[in-house]
């Protein structure tokens, strides 16, 4: 048998700097959600105002119309609550209260060039339970960031963050989505699973952007996708975390485009020179 090849897009130094600018205007989109965000607000006002903001920055919202074969996502961010794992869809229908866990994962255009990431808030006062996930899957996050700054291959990632979950505790690491080259479109070459081995998986060589997303969950990591074609779910009911940022391998460390500080503060040394030099 013979393995697809893999059809990487590396990009220059130049490049790096446009998808900077569309990481900066995903940056301002979470800041928007997290001040938005609370009991009684709908995701459907939520995604008004990430596209507001996005087409105020000169960007333009990619999740909208994107279509991988169910018809055009009609949405700016994907809002997904609780269960919902990913990919779910603003609606005025659902309404955010207090105790609930919410994902808002973003994506702007900028020249042509793609920045996309998510955070994960909580509404209101949450169950400590819930500030764990998050804070796990957070720690996932960055666990594999930073392994990004010190991997021979990709695989170093994927186990980077498998380790961390497993580090944090009791948790069903989502095993059907993953993270994924980035560039010129959203979803790029190579696939990123958020568990493996370090002797998996491409080279890791400067050029290379990445976003890095783990989904965790309180249960299993087995999934469902819902009649809409978009919302996935878990497939126990357990609640879920999504965090995602872009990065870009530099050739003295990684850049985090979608982090405001260029993840200057979580990566010391092994940021890039030119996160540093903002
Ligand atoms: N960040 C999401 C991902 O990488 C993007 C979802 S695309 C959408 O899967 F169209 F479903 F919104
Ligand atoms: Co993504």
């Known amino acids: 048998m013979f393995r697809r ?19 900066l205007v995903v940056a301002e989109v979470h800041q928007a959600m997290r001040e938005s ?32 074969g169910n018809g055009p996502y009609p949405g700016s961010i994907c809002s997904s609550v609780n269960e919902q794992v990913v990919h779910a869809i603003p609606s005025e229908d659902a309404i955010l209260k207090e105790g609930d866990l919410l994902s808002v994962d973003v994506g702007a255009i900028v020249d042509g060039w793609h920045g996309d990431a998510a955070i994960t808030v909580e509404i209101g006062e949450v169950s400590p339970e819930l500030t764990a996930l998050r804070e796990a899957c957070e720690a996932a996050m960055w666990a594999g960031i930073k392994a990004a700054a010190s991997s021979k291959r990709l695989g170093g990632i994927s186990r980077a963050i498998e380790e961390s979950v497993d580090r944090s505790g009791e948790y069903g690491i989502v095993t059907g989505f993953g993270g994924h080259g980035i560039g010129t479109e959203m979803h790029q070459d190579p696939h990123i699973l958020n568990y493996g081995r370090p002797s998996e998986g491409p080279k890791l060589r400067p050029g290379m952007a990445l976003a890095i997303e783990p989904m965790i969950t309180l249960g299993s990591e087995d999934t469902a996708e819902l009649a809409d074609g ?21 050739e003295d460390g990684v850049w985090v485009l979608t982090a405001p500080d260029g993840g200057v503060e979580q990566l010391g040394d092994a940021a890039a020179s030119a996160a540093r030099a903002e």
């Open 5 to 23: 090849r893999q059809q990487i897009q590396y990009k220059t130094p130049e490049q790096i700097r446009k998808m900077r600018t569309a990481g």
């Open 37 to 68: 965000a609370g009991p009684g607000v709908t995701t459907a006002e939520l995604d008004r105002i990430a596209e507001q903001v996005i087409r105020d920055c000169g960007g333009v919202p990619s999740f909208k119309g994107y279509d991988i």
């Open 230 to 250: 978009w919302t996935i779910v878990t497939d126990d009911g357990s609640i879920a975390a999504h965090v995602e940022h872009t990065i870009a391998l530099c």
